[in-house]
């Protein structure tokens, strides 16, 4: 299992502005490892899924330009307080991370 | 069963297939665009056409990228039915970095951190309303961010 993301969101009006971190090498299969001298294997996030109230609201597809330890920032509208926001990632080695929180 | 019956069910189940489907552009990550190795290639891959440039997109980067391990990108646009945006380096080795699929509740408002092997032209790709629109910004990259 991945490392949890860490969301922060707030509500502005009727949209939600959601600013996510989720932890993860975004190894791109083009470093060389010091030690060993081979290429660090690719080991990257494909696909990010943020769901509002179980409602997808955003789908994201990634290949290995996303930095290391990824930043994502996104909005949507319809958000109230109380309102569930999960985030979701699949990396290429079929791990899998999903973190929820709660609006405020 | 009588037929008017058998039709009618018929009829209510595609409709109910239909509104069941979910409305993405995209079924699964189009994975040959993100191997592509040349920008328009990766576009052409991914949205099915060239884009033209746009200025109602806003395409938010430095100028001059200290780390190109960590370049901060934002993308923004006030277009109607904005359906996916894309992030593209054009001298990458793969150029495509990432794509986002909006639904009908997004905001067409997404940052995301990006490596960048070299200094470069970024563009931001937007699909909107069906059609395809681009708007480029030139990164200075004072250390490479694709390698070890």
Request: glycine content about 8%.
């Amino acid at each position: 299992m991945g490392k949890p993301i860490k969301i922060r969101a707030k509500i502005k009006g009727d949209i939600a502005e959601v600013k996510a971190l989720m932890p993860h090498p975004m190894e791109s299969g083009a470093r060389i490892d010091a030690d060993t001298g081979e290429a660090v294997p690719k080991h990257y996030i494909k696909e990010v899924v943020c769901k509002h109230n179980g409602n997808v609201v955003l789908n994201s597809f990634w290949g290995t330009a996303v930095s290391k330890n990824p930043y994502l920032a996104f909005k949507f509208k319809g958000a109230k307080s109380g309102d569930k926001l999960e985030i979701s990632w699949v990396d290429n080695t079929g791990d899998t991370s999903v973190s929820e929180t709660t609006l405020k | 069963m009588k037929l008017q019956r058998r039709a009618l069910l018929r009829s209510l189940f595609t409709a109910a297939a239909v509104l069941a489907a979910p409305r993405f552009l995209f079924a699964a990550r189009p994975d040959a665009a993100f191997e592509a190795e040349n920008a328009d290639a990766a576009i052409t891959g991914a949205f099915d056409g060239p884009a033209t440039e746009s200025d109602q997109i806003m395409l938010k980067i430095p100028d001059i990228a200290e780390n190109g391990a960590v370049v901060p990108v934002t993308v923004s646009t006030d277009m109607a039915d904005v359906e996916a945006i894309a992030v593209v380096v054009e001298n990458n080795p793969t150029p495509l970095a990432a794509m986002f699929e909006m639904t009908p509740q997004s905001v067409a408002d997404v940052s995301v951190r990006i490596k960048m092997g070299e200094s470069s032209p970024v563009r931001a790709v937007v699909k909107a309303g069906g059609k395809l629109y681009s708007a480029s910004k030139e990164v200075k990259v004072t250390i490479g961010g694709c390698g070890g």
